[in-house]
T-cell receptor, first 113, second 114 residues
Framework: IAGITQAPTSQILAAGRRMTLRCTQDMRHNAMYWYRQDLGLGLRLIHYSNTAGTTGKGEVPDGYSVSRANTDDFPLTLASAVPSQTSVYFC????????????FGEGSRLTVL | QKEVEQNSGPLSVPEGAIASLNCTYSDRVSQSFFWYRQYSGKSPELIMSIYSNGDKEDGRFTAQLNKASQYVSLLIRDSQPSDSATYLCAAWGEYGGATNKLIFGTGTLLAVQP
């Protein structure tokens, strides 16, 4: 039972580089989300998707983009990484947007130097 | 008031005792509540969900919801050292006009002493 798979689990990146964090789920959930978790700030929503083909901005979307070409995949791209994007990133999914339980992937720890 | 608030702790209890974790919420969240457990360096793991007033029990865990007082709690009976983790309270809320964000409290760190 895989659930949600994220890759890479950890990455060190030079500032200015482009980076894509991958997320794949096998639960056939309609909704998917990207959160970042920072000490003292908790979990904050970056972007979300209600269904394949649609995405929306969360509370901290600047510097990030997402796409949802199909139900299973929801990659998060940092076009030009900055040190303030150093964080732990969690992909999550739920059966429906804004309803039911949220399930998380194992996280991707990103360090931007 | 924040949408979901928790005492950051740490809450220290002896092994075998009951640990009581509390969370208050505002009118800006929906009436579905969740408790997650997060071990250091790991992802949040769902423990309990509660949607109705009253108690919901699952093994050693009991979630309690009091809508009139706007609080939700998690009781852990017979606490074990393996229960030591950060516990996150969460509820669905709106952002940008849509209910699309599971809002998390900042978490309460629980330490169970052997």
């Amino acid at each position: 039972i895989a659930g949600i798979t994220q890759a890479p689990t950890s990455q060190i990146l030079a500032a200015g580089r482009r980076m894509t964090l991958r997320c794949t789920q096998d639960m056939r959930h309609n909704a998917m989300y990207w959160y970042r978790q920072d000490l003292g700030l908790g979990l904050r929503l970056i972007h979300y998707s209600n269904t394949a083909g649609t995405t929306g901005k969360g509370e901290v979307p600047d510097g990030y983009s997402v796409s949802r070409a199909n139900t299973d995949d929801f990659p998060l791209t940092l076009a030009s990484a900055v040190p303030s994007q150093t964080s732990v990133y969690f992909c999550a999914s739920s059966d429906g947007l804004g309803a039911g339980e949220l399930f998380f992937g194992e996280g991707s720890r990103l360090t931007v130097l | 008031q924040k949408e979901v608030e928790q005492n950051s702790g740490p809450l220290s209890v002896p092994e075998g005792a009951i640990a009581s974790l509390n969370c208050t919420y505002s009118d800006r969240v929906s009436q579905s509540f969740f408790w997650y457990r997060q071990y250091s360096g790991k992802s949040p793991e769902l423990i309990m969900s509660i949607y109705s007033n009253g108690d919901k029990e699952d093994g050693r865990f009991t979630a309690q919801l009091n809508k009139a007082s706007q609080y939700v709690s998690l009781l852990i009976r017979d606490s074990q050292p393996s229960d030591s983790a950060t516990y996150l309270c969460a509820a669905w809320g709106e952002y940008g006009g849509a209910t699309n964000k599971l809002i998390f409290g900042t978490g309460t760190l629980l330490a169970v002493q052997p």
